[in-house]
């Protein structure tokens, strides 16, 4: 056992001594991959070192979501701070209101002289990070957006045309009907509810989910996805809750497992469940455009993004900012990029990667892997649809879980849930005012 | 009478005393002030700025309806817990006291359930009960029952209160079977030869002599109740559905962490604080009362 540690440490310390020994400006960059994607970024960054001598990029593994921006505010605080931080899409508004913790990105590349367009982003993508002033703040890095998967198997079994059109609720309702009817027990299933069937919702329907432009406009934004489109979906979700037709398994993408197995027909979920879904799922299935309601606002306008962007830190050297302006439009490279899209099923950030991807002949290899690039870049965004930026944002999507939950089990009408989820999360919304004034 | 063992002297009872004082100041004290100093302000989550609001975060949870009845549910939650974990404990103690052969391994198989790590214990449980590919919601739907703790907050609440329970029967029967130990032979003999039947005897006897051990645990258990059961909650429900089961421990690390308010998470760590130091209080000068050292 003794001989164990010792070996350990031993190794440990050899792995540490070249970059305590070269003269490289190192890069520390704190993400929250685990698994293939972890693997995935760590390739990335053994790329990226070994195509230059000047900068050695340092990956760290810390944790989720919640836990690496946690943590990226405990080392500011100690100021200890990585020099990249990877937040997710609902941290936002957290980074920006910390002027003093973050440095722009569009600042880090103009003094770093690192190749930089912003006009090569997707507009969809960019947008959500971009202030209105079109600076952009942070860099997209993962990016996905919410489809509809379809378990052919299962509508061929109860009868239907495995090819019918569900781009519209209208005709998804009719195929939840038809399921029922032949005694399937999970029609549809949803993964992170509050993502998809309201902000996602309110964005491809053109309809506000906050004041403000949905926060982007300023702190004193208030909530208002109580509004009558919104009210009417989660109305009818609930209906198909109480008959059966709409099954209702958690927060998370716990509906996921339900639908790789083979129980549920339909499944609203991220596109980045694509890797999972083809390596589990034993039946044919399809990826479509998420569902609208004919008629309700501006519908199809486009979908909005989920995911993590990378901040940069203040509180380093100039020469550090220039290895992080490097780091960040490498990754930003065409060839980084399209191969990073394929293999994850993360949306690609720039439009030259999309290109390059579907000219590799790898969307007609993988049909329905461009439905979800497709979807966020049908329409030039409007101020309801690039984004939304809430202070608080990850506490007031448990809010609306919570209120979610009331509506599926029959407690609450609605109208009753949405407004009180209004009500709540407008309160936390005034705090977080208050702590950023 | 007591008796008391007394140094002469001032210096070497301080140095005695010294090392106690010391860790307490350090991991007790120092971060007791430092949320009661933080509860008085509402700061960033990177602390670039700090606002004085006095009162202010105190105001805010109290005007906050669903905080309010996060008190009910912790209430109710950790008078449960407390008697699913003391009562099952004390019955099988009582069982493995009166076994003659076996009771070795029947005690050592009784307190495994004390060193699985209470996320762990929640994932299990989590897994049991998963409403779609749960072994023992599978087998309810057989016997015609529909449990779904995703939407039901009863259910809920007393699935986590069985998870947080669970772990804890163990060292609850590590007790009572310790305490059933060092009750008197003579007096229990005694009173067979009076005619008392076992329950008879239990209940008029051992229970008295076991009071002891019965308040030292209610004290511990209502403590772990509040405090240390924030893993399974946050496994198996993340305090959901509809707040059912946001004790006001997992409150605190939601605000704190994910709502990323710290003042408000401080003010909640300070009434906190005060609510378990007032029951420790109350539970010392009424209950005590009846206990027989």
Redesign the interface.
């Given at each position: 056992m003794r001989q164990l540690i010792l070996g350990a440490v031993a190794a440990g310390t050899t792995a540490l001594t070249p970059i305590l020994a070269s003269a490289q400006t190192e890069v520390k960059f704190w993400h929250a991959f685990t698994g293939r994607l972890g693997e995935l970024v760590a390739a990335q960054v053994e790329e990226f070192n070994a195509s230059q001598d000047d900068y050695k990029v340092v990956a760290s593994h810390k944790g989720n979501y919640?836990e690496t921006l946690?943590a990226g505010?405990a080392a500011?605080?100690a100021d200890e701070q990585p020099h990249i931080l990877m937040v997710f899409e609902v941290g936002t508004a957290?980074m920006m209101?910390?002027?003093?913790?973050v440095k722009p990105v569009y600042e880090v590349m103009a003094e770093s002289g690192a190749e930089f367009d912003p006009d090569a982003y997707i507009g969809a993508v960019k947008g959500y990070f971009t202030t209105t002033e079109g600076e952009m703040l942070s860099l997209p890095f993962n990016s996905s957006t919410p489809v509809l998967w379809v378990n052919r198997d299962a509508l061929e079994g109860a009868g239907i045309d495995p090819d019918t059109d569900l781009s519209t609720w209208q005709n998804v309702e009719g195929v939840l009907d038809e399921l029922k009817a032949a005694g399937h027990s999970c029609p549809l299933v949803t993964a992170w509810q509050s993502w998809i069937h309201l902000e996602n919702f309110s964005a491809y329907h053109d309809v506000p989910f906050a004041t403000r432009e949905n926060g982007f406009a300023g702190l004193d934004t208030e909530l208002t996805f109580n509004g009558e489109a919104q009210v009417a979906h989660i109305a009818k979700m609930g209906e198909w809750a109480q008959d059966g037709k709409f099954v209702?398994?958690?927060?998370r993408n716990e509906g996921g497992?339900?639908f790789r197995?083979g129980?549920c027909a339909l499944f609203t979920e991220s596109s980045a469940g694509y890797a999972g879904i083809k390596s589990e799922a034993e039946f044919d299935f399809d990826v479509r455009p998420l569902p609208y309601w004919d008629g309700v606002g501006n519908a199809p306008q486009n979908t909005i993004i989920g995911g993590a962007s990378l901040w940069a830190m203040q509180g380093h050297e100039a020469e550090e900012y220039k290895g992080v302006g490097e780091f960040l439009a490498f990754l930003s490279s065409t060839p980084i990029q399209a191969q990073w899209h394929q293999d994850t099923g993360y949306l690609p950030i720039t439009e030259a990667a999309g290109d390059a991807t579907r000219e590799a002949g790898f969307y007609d290899e993988n049909p329905g892997t461009d439905v979800a690039v497709k979807q966020m870049t049908a329409n030039e965004p409007t101020a309801n649809s690039k984004g939304i930026r809430l202070g608080?944002f990850?506490?007031i999507r448990?809010i609306i879980?919570?209120?979610l939950?009331?509506v599926?089990?029959g407690?609450k009408s609605a109208q009753e849930a949405m407004d009180s989820a209004v009500e709540?999360g407008n309160?936390?919304l005034r705090?977080?005012e208050?702590?950023?004034? | 009478m007591e008796k008391r063992v007394t140094f002469r002297g001032v210096m070497l009872p301080l140095l005695l005393i010294a090392p106690q004082v010391f860790i307490s100041a350090v991991f007790f004290f120092y971060p007791a002030g430092q949320a009661i100093w933080q509860s008085l302000f509402i700061p960033d989550p990177f602390g670039l700025s700090n606002q004085f609001v006095g009162t202010g975060n105190f105001e805010f949870l109290f005007g906050d309806r669903h905080y309010r009845s996060s008190f009910y549910s912790t209430a109710i939650f950790s008078i449960l817990v407390t008697l699913a974990s003391m009562i099952p404990a004390l019955f099988l103690a009582v069982l493995a006291d009166r076994l003659i052969k076996g009771s070795g391994a029947y005690r050592t198989l009784l307190i495994w359930p004390y060193a699985v790590a209470p996320a762990v214990a929640g994932v299990l449980w989590m897994f049991m009960f998963n409403t779609r590919v749960g072994v023992v919601s599978w087998y309810l739907g057989q016997l015609g029952y529909d449990w779904n703790h995703v939407l039901n907050g009863s259910e809920a609440m007393g699935l986590v209160v069985a998870a947080s329970a669970w772990g804890r029967i163990s060292y609850n029967f590590l007790f009572f079977f310790a305490a059933l130990q060092a009750v008197p032979r003579s007096v229990i003999e005694a009173a067979a030869i009076d005619g008392a039947r076992f329950w008879r005897r239990f209940f008029t006897i051992v229970l008295p002599l076991l009071s002891p051990t019965t308040f030292f645990l209610l004290v511990v258990n209502v403590v772990y109740s509040f405090f240390e059961t924030f893993g399974v909650i946050h496994t198996i429900t993340a305090g959901g559905p509809q707040q059912a089961t946001t004790i006001l421990v997992y409150k605190v690390y939601a605000d704190g962490f994910v709502g990323q308010d710290l003042g408000s998470s401080a003010a909640q760590s300070v009434i906190l604080l005060l609510i378990v130091g007032l029951l420790t209080v109350l539970q010392f000068k009424f209950i005590e009362k009846r206990v027989h050292y």
């Open positions: 919640s946690n505010i500011f605080r957290t209101g910390a002027k003093g913790a209702y398994t958690g927060r497992a339900n197995g129980d608080s990850d506490q448990g879980d919570e209120e939950e009331a599926w089990s407690d709540r309160q936390l705090r977080f208050q702590a950023n004034r | -």
